[in-house]
């Protein structure tokens, strides 16, 4: 039998694309909340003499991010993760698409209790993280970065969450980020062909405590700049 | 026991199908759940009114024919059952029961609760196979096979082809029953000889019959009978990474 279908053209290849693409984009997410973890730097913490004796974490954040836009090699990773974001919304969208062609007639009884709410329901949970990217994006990237119009990133970061319902639209973006990430990561392995039963439960294991680790240290950053 | 039931009737794949309601009294609680199908059929054959259509064969939880969702949960309410191995002391009197057939595209219906499985046997024919001498068996143990690979080997192999799996998928992907086969056969020395092409072939012939895609809910596991595992499938994943490199 010839087959001649492409690497990711298959349901398994699909779901590698997938995996690939995801495993790509939370190694971006850890980079991010590193750096964005100097928001919340006490006073009491500087000069930091490793940093240059900077003084302050206003002075620390925009030198931080004068150096992500300048330092070229930054800006080629940057360009491989829009490339991984879109692979990765585009490839969901062809699937989910697959799926429902695959279905038959809906089921008039269902019962969910074999799966979790989070792990049937990767697209809803995906598709509010996509809002929520565009709006960061829009508020920050495009203003600092592509327009040009703020200069004081730390500013611009501190007069948005100091309006509560940005704050809000943020926490609900990473408790989707959290399940999304639950699932992600367990799957994502499975789908590259992880198959020792004693990792898989350890990589269930750091899914779990990476995802709520993750959620927690992001949803503290606007929370502490509201109220400071 | 008295129960309510809520069937699914569809004379046929073409014809659009819809829940009808009966009602049963005097029922043991050591009844089988398709000998309820059986005393209704008689009830309805004695009023002159056509039969539920389902299917079954063995009715000893081993040859896979038996399917039906009961309650939206394929083959019922408890874990790892077949529908031939559940009986009424798993539900309560006064119980409604909705029955369904196995649904995906891929799984057209026949009649009623009977669904036309043939998708998943063109999917064997596609690898599930060992190039092998004809002739009489061989001995069984000129190949010396560790315990634990033969367990293992034996764990995927045990899949009866019921379909469950694909019936409870959101997305209605066989990824569990192909798994299991692939698996089964990459364990073993004789399933060696098609090992690469196996996972090709089985996982090609598996998205031309239009079945979805693996989202990894475990859902599919959690109704097998046989208990096949989660893994398998990504034991398949696997196995068509190494064919897509080497070949």
């Avoid at chain 2, 790892?80 to 029961?97: A, M, P, V």
């Avoid at chain 2, 029953?177 to 996982?203: C, D, Y």
Wanted: charged fraction near 20%.
């Amino acid at each position: 039998m010839a087959v001649k279908k492409g690497l990711f053209k298959t349901s398994v290849g699909r779901k590698n694309l997938m995996a690939i693409t995801g495993l790509f984009i939370i190694f971006f997410l850890v980079i991010h909340l590193i750096g964005n973890l100097i928001l919340i730097i006490p006073n009491s913490f500087f000069p930091i003499e490793f940093w240059g004796g900077v003084e302050n974490v206003h002075d620390m954040y925009n030198a931080y991010s004068h150096f992500l836009v300048s330092f070229w090699p930054v800006t080629i990773v940057a360009w491989v993760l829009y490339a991984a974001m879109i692979i990765h919304v585009v490839d969901a969208l062809l699937i989910t698409i697959q799926n429902r062609k695959s279905r038959g007639e809906k089921y008039q009884v269902t019962d969910n209790s074999t799966s979790t709410w989070y792990s049937r329901n990767m697209g809803v949970l995906g598709t509010i993280l996509g809002v929520f990217i565009v709006l960061h994006m829009a508020q920050f990237w495009l203003k600092y970065k592509v327009l040009g119009t703020e200069h004081d990133l730390y500013e611009l970061v501190l007069a948005t969450f100091k309006v509560w319902w940005f704050v809000l639209i943020y926490e609900i973006g990473i408790i989707a980020m959290c399940f999304h990430l639950i699932h992600g990561i367990e799957s994502a392995h499975r789908s590259l062909g992880i198959y020792p039963k004693k990792v898989m439960s350890i990589i269930k294991y750091i899914a779990l405590c990476f995802s709520l680790v993750m959620a927690i240290l992001y949803a503290i950053i606007p929370i502490i700049l509201y109220l400071k | 026991m008295k129960l309510t039931l809520k069937i699914w009737r569809q004379e046929s794949a073409k014809t659009k199908g819809k829940l009808v309601t009966y009602k049963l009294s005097d029922l043991s609680s050591d009844t089988s759940f398709l000998e309820m199908l059986d005393v209704l059929n008689e009830e309805l054959a004695s009023k002159g009114e056509p039969a539920v259509e389902f299917d079954h064969d063995c009715r000893e939880g081993i040859c896979g024919q038996c399917s039906l969702v009961i309650n939206g949960k394929a083959h019922g309410p408890e874990e790892h059952y077949t529908t031939c191995q559940t009986h009424l002391r798993s539900f309560s009197d006064g119980d409604t029961i909705t029955i369904e057939p196995f649904r995906a595209n891929s799984f057209p219906v026949i009649r009623d609760l009977k669904v036309d499985r043939g998708s998943m046997d063109r999917i064997i024919q596609a690898g599930g196979y060992i190039s092998s001498f004809t002739g009489m068996a061989p001995e069984a143990n000129t190949i010396p096979i560790h315990h634990d690979i033969a367990e293992s080997a034996f764990d995927s192999a045990a899949c009866i082809g019921c379909g469950a799996c694909i019936a409870t998928c959101k997305n209605s992907s066989a990824a569990l029953f192909v798994s299991a086969k692939i698996g089964h056969l990459a364990k073993l020395p004789q399933g060696q000889i098609e090992r690469t092409e196996r996972a090709l072939w089985m996982i090609n012939a598996h998205d031309e019959e239009g079945f979805g895609n693996c989202s990894n809910t475990g859902a599919c596991a959690m109704v097998c009978p046989q208990e096949v595992q989660l893994l398998d499938i990504a034991r398949m994943n696997f196995e068509y990474n190494r064919a897509k490199c080497i070949s």
